[in-house]
């Protein structure tokens, strides 16, 4: 039941460190200045918890001494942050720079216990936001477009093998007593070996797709857009429209989510490796206007040229002519570009003073994408 990894235990056993499991320190008896045992008491398993693991109850008249020379409290994982202004730290998500100017913090010092995975990416941000305070434009490296394209057939037979890393290599236990790292880096031909396991995750992943029992997450083939966040205001007698930001979709694949066959059970969400909830998060598709009207929210294809959505329970359509959408809903009705999805005209309807234009552009996008009807299996 101990909160550890299962290679923390078998790292500590292999140094010889004997686990007292089951036992609470109580108090220190000293004598003369120095540490003489540690009072402790025996401990058993009571009910669980809310996390699910037994909370430990300690047993009445079951103290005894542990003779100890040196005692190292570690309890817990927290940061010490005494040493900041008012002892707190807040950080900046995009630039990672604390409130003090120059500091920059990440990892488990903002998160809490979390991965390395996450860590990593900290200090990645971090180490573009210090380039950019001191004048360099970070720059990132890709492979040519073409060579990032992935050739699908042959990364379906890699994804569908296990390949197991290389063991990275450790000082025996008897040879750790410095201050030297017991654990080794790999050689060129191993680190060569380890990275020619990746399945280019970031190009095309499908988990979602691939562990969904009922099929209900589809893959598409994409081609990269942008798109402009716009906003529409009434002014005198017509309306303005302001771009706010614009969205980059780089992938040239997309998932979208059934809703006619997913019965939420949460598998995409349990095993997707970048923390998403596929049935939540990916555009939900109805195959027929009864199932988008039951649902409340999604996106029903009529058929060429015409797109149904619902948000919140609020109905919208987009037809798509003459090289032009219309969106229309209870609040606006949107005519946009069919290449750059930017707003051309915008009516805002039954008192409406201002209109975000997103659910426009989306719905566009999506549009496009879904009458492609390029799906791949996964």
């Not at 797709?209 to 081609?223: D, G, H, I, K, T």
């Not at 090289?323 to 209870?330: A, L």
Request: charged residues 30%.
């Amino acid at each position: 039941e101990m909160p550890s990894d299962p290679e923390e235990v078998q790292a500590a056993i292999d140094e010889g460190i004997k686990l007292n499991e089951l036992t609470q320190p109580e108090c220190m008896l000293v004598e003369d200045g120095h540490v003489r045992s540690n009072v402790c008491f025996k401990m058993e398993l009571g009910e669980k918890d809310a996390s699910g693991r037994p909370r430990p109850i300690k047993i009445d008249g079951s103290e005894f001494e542990l003779n100890v020379d040196t005692l190292i409290t570690a309890i817990g994982q927290r940061v010490v942050l005494d040493f900041l202004p008012g002892g707190e730290l807040t950080v900046d998500k995009d630039s990672m720079e604390t409130q003090l100017e120059g500091l920059f913090a990440g990892g488990d010092a903002i998160r809490g216990a979390s991965s390395l995975i996450n860590a990593i990416g900290d200090g990645r941000r971090a180490a573009g936001s210090i380039m950019k305070k001191a004048g360099h434009e970070p720059r990132v490296r890709l492979a040519p477009e073409d060579r990032r394209r992935p050739n699908l057939p042959d990364l379906g037979i890699r994804q569908a093998r296990r390949g197991f890393g290389t063991e990275m290599p450790e000082l025996d236990p008897q040879e750790r007593l410095n201050f030297e790292l017991y654990v080794k880096t790999l050689t060129e031909a191993e680190a060569v070996d380890e990275a020619s396991r990746c399945l280019q995750c970031d190009l095309v992943c499908n988990v979602c797709v691939s562990v969904c029992p009922n099929r209900a997450n589809l893959a598409l083939r994409a081609e990269p857009v942008s798109y402009p966040l716009q906003r529409a205001m009434r002014s005198g007698d017509g309306t303005e429209v302001e771009t706010l930001d614009k969205v980059e979709i780089g992938q040239f694949y997309q998932i979208v989510n059934l809703a006619d066959f997913c019965n939420e059970c949460g598998n995409c969400d349990t095993f997707c490796p970048t923390s998403g909830a596929p049935y939540k998060d990916k555009p939900k598709m109805h195959l027929t206007r009864a199932s988008l009207e039951a649902y409340g929210e999604g996106f029903h294809l009529v058929g060429p040229g015409r797109m149904e959505a619902m948000f919140g329970g609020e109905p919208a359509t987009l037809t798509e002519s003459d090289g032009r959408f219309v969106y229309e809903d209870s609040e606006a009705k949107v005519e946009l570009s069919a290449e750059k999805y930017e707003a051309r005209r915008v009516e805002l309807k039954n008192g409406t003073d201002t209109k975000d234009l997103s659910c426009a552009a989306e719905t566009a996008v999506l549009y496009r994408l879904i009458s492609s009807r390029q799906p791949f299996a996964g």
